[in-house]
């Protein structure tokens, strides 16, 4: 829990109402239910009433006592209640221990899946399991990077993962196991950014040699990067929300493609025979508490709260966003009911009191809305790089000129290596196909006469200069770009011919 560039570039396309995606199965994430003295009986029609079906709970695991189903007489009074109001379970399992997989990771992620085993042979009724939450998070899992600084808990989940599938499948072939994924933001730090999580989860995945998926559907969490900001609002890369989904299904393509590991849909194809699923099991905005309620509440707000009528917009947004997303197979809104205290989660459709906010209403309004969508959201994977361009300024130089220079620019982090070619006159010219052989040192046969390296930051339009004097003649600038989460997705651009001196000759 935690606290768009052109179209097509971004791997966005629209298409008719008639490609409009299935409509998510929505729910919330919430364990009140789980606790109270009638088992849910209480809550579970006001889920219902949302036109909702599944509830979310969280189940812990205990490494210092790895094979007790903990809170196992509550699951036993919930679970039954929870079935005979037609609601859905879904366990999301994990540790409270941050370092549960820092000492022996392969004992460990044995015990961890022998537990996921005992829970399904004893809640056959549960046929989703979330594997850890929000892994990218020091808070959940520790350490986050190695001594080195390398990236450490993407590698570290590799295993667990591994045993939790193959367990969980041989339970029951039917079980969807989802991968809890990282969460909207990581300041690479104490944190992993997800872009980069899922590039390091991926490259772990490859050197394993595996030869099986680890995850059916993959989970993460929608929160706005502020508060008060609403859904559409973007985050920068390589963080992503609710309106980065595209950049969501990107990085985990770039991540497995290739491998036994199955990525999202494509074009209008719906996830299952061979495609992931996006499983949204948490999303929340915060709201100001009602006055007539303070005493209710304990602590102090951690966030600047929405009103409740812009908590209300914000998830009817949402809402209509997922589903028009065709890889979403669910949606959690989290939670039913506020936590009492206000360092915590004031998210909830209903107030502490279980009064309904407007949010309640527009939820349920939201979800009973038409399924098709005029415009859904269609992705396909880039292969290039994402938001990529160049300005050149090819104006004709004198030959005095020794420093030269040319902007750069995308939406992700790419590796750039740019040069000046001379060409045998002002008819020549240098093809795209030409130039991409020779700044990425595949033989070509035509070299730069001066080159220059640079890393194009995410957002950021840098200068990349090339120092030295040219000889009287024709030239153009050309630029290589390579994505730094896959360097195999390249754009390659070549300026106009311009020349240098005034006499310049043909050769």
């Not at 370092?99 to 809640?123: E, H, M, N």
């Not at 065709?326 to 205290?341: G, P, Q, R, S, Y």
Request: charged share 20%; net charge neutral; hydrophobic share 45%.
């Amino acid at each position: 829990m935690k606290r768009l560039g052109i179209a097509c570039a971004l791997g966005i396309g629209l298409l008719a109402a008639t490609s409009a995606a299935a409509a998510p199965t929505f729910g919330v994430a919430e364990d009140l239910p789980k606790y109270s003295d009638d088992g849910g009986a209480s809550l579970y029609p006001k889920i219902r009433a949302l036109g909702m079906a599944t509830d979310r709970f969280t189940v812990q695991w205990d490494p210092a006592d790895p094979t007790t189903i903990q809170e196992r007489g509550f699951l036993d009074r919930s679970l039954p209640v929870a079935a005979r109001a037609g609601v859905r379970i879904v366990f999301d399992v994990y540790s409270h221990d941050r370092s549960a997989f820092a000492a022996d990771p392969a004992a460990r992620s044995i015990l961890f899946a022998g537990y996921l085993q005992t829970l399904a042979r004893r809640y056959p009724q549960v046929r989703d399991y979330i594997i850890g939450n929000e892994p990218n998070e020091a808070y959940f899992w520790q350490p986050q990077f190695g001594p080195a600084g390398e990236q450490a808990s993407a590698v570290a989940l590799l295993p667990v993962a591994a045993a939790a599938y193959d367990a969980l499948k041989t339970v029951d072939p039917g079980i969807r196991v989802i991968l809890a994924g990282p969460s909207a933001e990581g300041n690479d730090h104490t944190s992993t950014s997800p872009v980069r999580f899922l590039r390091a989860l991926g490259d772990a995945y490859r050197a394993s040699g595996r030869a099986a998926p680890i995850m059916d559907a993959l989970g993460f969490h929608i929160y706005p990067r502020t508060n008060t900001d609403p859904p559409a609002t973007p985050y920068a890369w390589p963080n992503l929300g609710a309106a980065d989904l595209a950049r969501l299904k990107q990085a985990v393509w770039d991540a497995f493609r290739g491998t036994a590991q199955p990525t999202f849909p494509e074009g209008p194809a719906l996830p299952g025979g061979g495609s992931l699923g996006l499983v949204v099991d948490e999303f929340g905005w915060q709201a100001a508490i009602d006055p007539s309620l303070a005493s209710q509440y304990v602590g102090d707000e951690n966030v600047p709260p929405v009103t409740e009528d812009d908590q209300a917009r914000a998830y009817s947004d949402l809402i209509g966003m997922l589903a028009c997303d065709n890889a979403v197979t669910d949606a959690m809104v989290f939670h039913l009911v506020d936590e009492v205290h206000l360092g915590r989660f004031q998210s909830g459709l209903l107030r502490i009191d279980r009064s309904e906010r407007p949010s309640y209403a527009a939820v349920r309004g939201a979800i009973a809305a038409p399924s098709s969508c005029a415009a859904p959201a269609i992705w396909s994977h880039a292969s290039g790089v994402v938001g990529a361009s160049a300005v050149f300024g090819e104006r004709d130089q004198p030959a005095s000129r020794r420093v030269y220079g040319i902007s750069l620019a995308a939406l992700e982090d790419a590796d750039a290596r740019a040069g000046i070619f001379r060409l045998q006159g002002p008819k020549a010219r240098l093809g795209v196909a030409e130039a991409e052989r020779s700044l990425a040192s595949l033989g070509s046969a035509l070299e730069p006469v001066i080159a220059s390296e640079k890393l194009v930051k995410a957002g950021y339009k840098p200068r990349v200069e090339f120092r030295g004097a040219l000889q009287p003649g024709y030239y153009v600038f050309a630029a290589r770009l390579a994505a730094a989460m896959n360097p195999a997705r390249t754009q390659t651009f070549v300026s106009r011919v311009f020349r240098v001196g005034k006499r310049a000759t043909r050769q």
